[in-house]
């Protein structure tokens, strides 16, 4: 936003239909919304929908709505940074941020850091991520194989008890062709 536009939005701060109006053009105009709207369940919402780093702006209570952080980690998987540590518990709020950003395993609990699903959905498209998974995943074949498929580099962080598995070795190393 420019400095004349956000200008406009702090001077309708308190004014909901004109807040509504702002967030729909650019979430991230929650911003300079007033408290009290930036706790107002349906100007939350929009603006997510249109940048889901709009949560940021968010009251604390929205930042634990469900509902509000599906709408957002849909648009940016990252800001469940900004959930409650509630929200980062849940299995389908994690999930679906893992999909769109494997980063998010960073902020995931210490439980779907250990859930298979949560774990595949993250290396799937950020191999690397690897490193925040529990021991015992990182000693699972099956992740193992996702992550290091997707970047080889993930390797260094696989279990050291799996690392001369055959099928991961053909991976890292495939055989030559004849």
């Not at 105009?29 to 940021?56: F, P, Q, T």
Request: contains cysteine; proline residues 2%.
């Amino acid at each position: 936003m420019e400095e004349s536009e956000i200008e406009e939005v702090k001077k309708y701060s308190n004014d909901r239909e004109k807040i509504i109006e702002f967030v729909k053009k650019d979430g991230l105009a929650l911003e300079w919304a007033s408290d009290e709207l930036r706790n107002d369940k349906e100007i939350v919402m929009e603006a997510v929908k249109n940048d889901g780093g709009a949560l940021e702006f968010a009251s604390k209570e929205l930042k634990n709505d469900k509902d509000i952080l599906l709408a957002a980690v849909e648009i940016k998987g990252w800001v469940l940074c900004y959930a409650s540590e509630e929200l980062q518990d849940d299995k389908d709020v994690v999930l679906k941020a893992a999909n769109r950003d494997g980063q998010i395993l960073y902020y995931a609990s210490p439980k779907l850091r250990d859930d298979k699903d949560v774990v595949l959905a993250a290396v799937s498209n950020k191999a690397i991520i690897l490193k925040y998974a529990s021991h015992r995943l990182r000693a699972d074949k099956d992740v193992a194989i996702a992550a290091i498929k997707q970047n080889k580099n993930s390797f260094s962080y696989i279990a050291d008890e799996i690392k001369n598995d055959e099928d991961i070795q053909n991976i890292m190393n495939p055989p030559a062709e004849e």
